[in-house]
């Protein structure tokens, strides 16, 4: 039986909705997550893109936990702010308070978005969000592919069914914010599930041809 892992084991059940539960990639695959082996070294994502990140874990997981893993990261990326977050997503506005909790840092990141972003017209509010996707073996690089998700910056939050910049992250094409759609909408239509559903065929070409 083929063994994978999924180098975040908080986001293993949302991965494998999206492959079609614990059976995506076939009979033979068991998946695991990081939480499934012990004393493994945690990668440090200090890469300048989503693609070394997503790449430097694969392979620094694949390596010490001796199966293919897949590994992402993700963010989102403003046009007027010349890129940012980026890769400093998750961190934004500085490093959350000594026991705070994930809300209120993603309330402080949208916060100083929204403060940078004032006075900027709509045309302008451009942004999307990026989701690159890398699988490695011990070895070295599988596949890697990348999913993104357009749409535009809005004045002020809006919804509750999201987390990081959803409430502020306006989807044109569904008039909503992403905070504002079903998970189901969501999956969709998210960078996220584009960069899952582009390296699932790569995933199942890999494992037949074994």
């Not at 070895?139 to 990081?164: D, Y």
Request: hydrophobic share 40%; aromatic share 6%; with cysteine.
């Amino acid at each position: 039986m083929m063994r994978l892992s999924l180098s975040k084991g908080g986001r293993r059940g949302g991965f494998l909705e999206m492959v079609g539960g614990e059976g995506g990639g076939g009979a033979g695959v068991q998946w695991l997550s990081l939480n499934d082996f012990a004393n493994v070294p945690e990668v440090v994502e200090d890469g300048a893109t989503f693609e070394q990140n997503a790449r430097k874990k694969a392979i620094g997981y694949a390596a010490a936990t001796g199966v293919w893993t897949i590994a992402d990261d993700s963010g989102l990326v403003i046009d007027a702010l010349d890129g940012a977050p980026g890769v400093m997503s998750a961190r934004f506005s500085g490093e959350p308070p000594k026991g705070s909790g994930r809300q209120i840092l993603d309330h402080r990141n949208m916060a100083k978005v929204l403060k940078l972003m004032e006075g900027v017209p709509a045309e302008k509010r451009t942004a999307r969000f990026v989701c690159n996707i890398c699988l490695a073996a011990p070895e070295g690089v599988l596949a890697q592919t990348e999913g993104k998700l357009e749409g535009l910056i809005a004045t002020a939050e809006a919804g509750t069914n999201g987390f990081g910049y959803d409430p502020i992250f306006f989807v044109p094409a569904l008039n909503s914010t992403a905070a504002q759609l079903t998970s189901a909408e969501k999956n969709e239509i998210s960078h996220r599930g584009r960069a899952i559903k582009e390296v699932e065929p790569l995933l199942q070409a890999l494992l037949t041809s074994l």
